[in-house]
């Protein structure tokens, strides 16, 4: 708690510049990711991300200091040179785009582990930290990397902001895009580019091995919550720096801590919250949605059963005991109960001495539910020609579900009958 | 029966479209009139979609050129316009029905520019034509088959091109949305556009179009509909793959042969 005071209370210099960075670092890196994402190339992104290894690790060794920008221009290059290896491959080979990514990323990042443990045997004392890059130290964001990180980070929105058409249309249609003049190639390159960068500014917070997963996890996270593009970039930028924020947070309580590992674990708790709470493509909502579905079935069902007592006495006035209707019927006691209840409740049902009587309103309602079915009966056997006795069970289900229009052109279609296939009236 | 015209709005000089190697097409030469409602019919494989495809330079070609009101495709983009197979993009992406018409003026707008008041007014325009106006702020990944071809041909429309090339936009729609088609494409067509469109419906295709190119990995005819659509020429499209053709290509595919000495 104490920890946890100091840290947001944001008193200490360090701490502010550490927060800053982290979070612009993990939100610039979700929204190129967003389009990376669109784009269907999620994998490229991973492979990436492991590629950028043995430039970190020869730009070390080369230069023999660890300033940040020799760093990035290192990564920035082994990275894109990882990219049009993966083209490469691909369009001049029989090997499949998934395969040559699984080989590119696994050698480049195998020479980079080799560098890395080369460096260390050196026993150069300026090497101490690159390892940091492996995992990510959010800590370590300060002074130099910082600046150098940051100012990457921004070009990384601007050319989100500015671009945005054209992103938009290379992800969408890139066919399309060609045939109206657009450099298409040059666009390709400029996203690449950008997810290169996304990448390179992401590892000193995540680290290359799990860099993949700030890219992509965000932008599937949003994608739950909206269908309209502006809004998922936005979303994702904020889950990116909430995550970013929060790893900052436990790499600053707990240094000794990777950095990158914890990030991925809390943008990924948001994914899955995501894929359960969000509205309409959650679980949650398509659970809840089924239930509705049922009570409505049962409901249906029971004034259905009502209304065809009253059509087969012929009186719709008199009050119907619960077995009279499980009689003509199989629907659980208890659950017929509940149903009846709430239909009462709903002004549907009144109930007399145990026993149940519809109102005018649940009249209507039980009528329109037999009529629907025998509709659909009659539009099974005339345009579907199936025979009679098959149609019952499909009209079970369809009579819950057809709306007023289609109901309007259903009795259009079979201009206006009075018969269903079992010469039963149609109310 | 492959007859030429003179001031052709679209020319194809002997061109040649390998996948792999392979040709698919072979040395079509093809000059098609200004304000002509052009059907390009085949059977499945022909080559059809490459030859569109391959006409907005979307596709390498092996040999030959394609030059559109005697240009190169470079010169005219704003004056064609192509819409490409509805399956070929995923509906699913985050946008609207506007967001995707809207991209039909994105080739005059160029880039960095936003859209201006008139575009939206260009897109909701296009959106009307097709009848699809109340769906304007409809998620894409809401529409039916025949609502996405809609969509697709008011992005084309926002483009107020004066060529068209279409690929099989009446493919997997209901009946209504094709009656809707063909009368917009008469309609373009009466106001001296020229519109191409893939075709694989052979009974529709003499009621619907009034030049017709007929295709089965070379060019078997193309002429006006009342003297392409018989009996002998349908045969030579239709009947009978030409084996040895395919043969040939599969060996310059198997052998790494180019399709042309020097290219």
Known sequence: MQDFLEFFSFTDANIRYVTLGS????????????????????????????????????????SGTKNPFILLIGAFVTGWLSLVVIDYITSRSRIKE??????????????????????????????????????????????????AFGVVAVLLLVAVVLFYKELTLLCFDQAYARTIGFPVRGLELLLTTLTVFAVVVGIQAVGVVLMAAMLITPAAAARFWTEDLKVMLVLAALIGAFSGIAGAFVSYTAPSMPTGPWIVLIVSMIAILSFALAPGRGWV???????RNKTRILEENLLKLLYQLGELRQDYGSARSLDE???????????????????????????ENQR?????????????????????????????????????????????????????RLIEELNYPDLDPHSARIP | MILQVDNPVVEVHDLTVSYDRKPVLWGIDLTLPAGALVGVIGPNGAGKSTLIKAMMNLLPVSSGYVRIFDQPLKQVYSRISYVPQRESVDWDFPASVFDVVL??????????????????????????????????????????????????L????????????????????????ETAIIQLLRLMRDEGKTVIVVHHDLQSASEYFDWVVLLNMRLVASGPTEQVLNQELLEQTYGGKLTLLSKVGDLLRKQEFPAREKS
């Open chain 1, 325 to 351: 209707l499980l009689e003509r019927r199989n629907i659980p006691k208890q659950e017929a109960l509940s149903g009846l209840q709430k239909l009462k409740r709903q002004g549907y049902l009144q109930k």
């Open chain 1, 356 to 408: 149940w009587l519809l109102t005018p309103e649940g009249e209507k309602r039980g009528r329109r539910v037999v009529r629907l079915h025998r509709l659909w009966e009659l539009y099974l056997t005339q345009y579907l020609h199936l025979a009679s006795d098959h149609v019952h069970e499909d009209a079970e289900t369809i009579e819950h579900i057809i709306t007023p229009e289609l109901e309007q």
């Open chain 1, 98 to 147: 998934d395969t040559a990514i699984g080989l590119v990323l696994s050698v480049f990042f195998g020479i980079g582990i080799l560098l890395l443990t080369a460096i260390q045997q050196t026993g150069n004392a300026a090497q101490s930290g690159l390892d940091k890059f492996l995992f990510g130290s959010a800590a370590s964001l300060i002074g130099e990397d910082l600046i």
């Open chain 2, 103 to 152: 991209m039909g003026r994105y080739g005059q707008l160029g880039l960095f520019k936003r859209p201006r008041k008139a575009d939206q007014d260009a897109a909701m325009e296009a959106l009307e034509k097709v009848g699809m106006q109340s769906f304007a702020n409809r998620q894409i990944s809401q529409l039916s088959g025949g609502q996405q071809q809609r969509v697709f």
């Open chain 2, 154 to 177: 008011a992005r084309a429309l926002a483009q107020n091109a004066d060529v068209y090339f279409m690929d099989e936009p009446f493919a997997g729609v209901d009946i209504a949305t």
């Open chain 1, 285 to 291: 909502a398509r659970i809840l949605r089924q239930r």
């Open chain 1, 23 to 62: 979070v612009l670092l993990a939100a610039s890196s979700a929204v190129v990711g967003c389009f990376t994402l669109l784009r269907k190339r999620a994998l490229v992104g991973d492979a990436v991300a492991h590629a950028v290894l043995p430039g970190v690790c020869l730009a070390f060794i080369l």
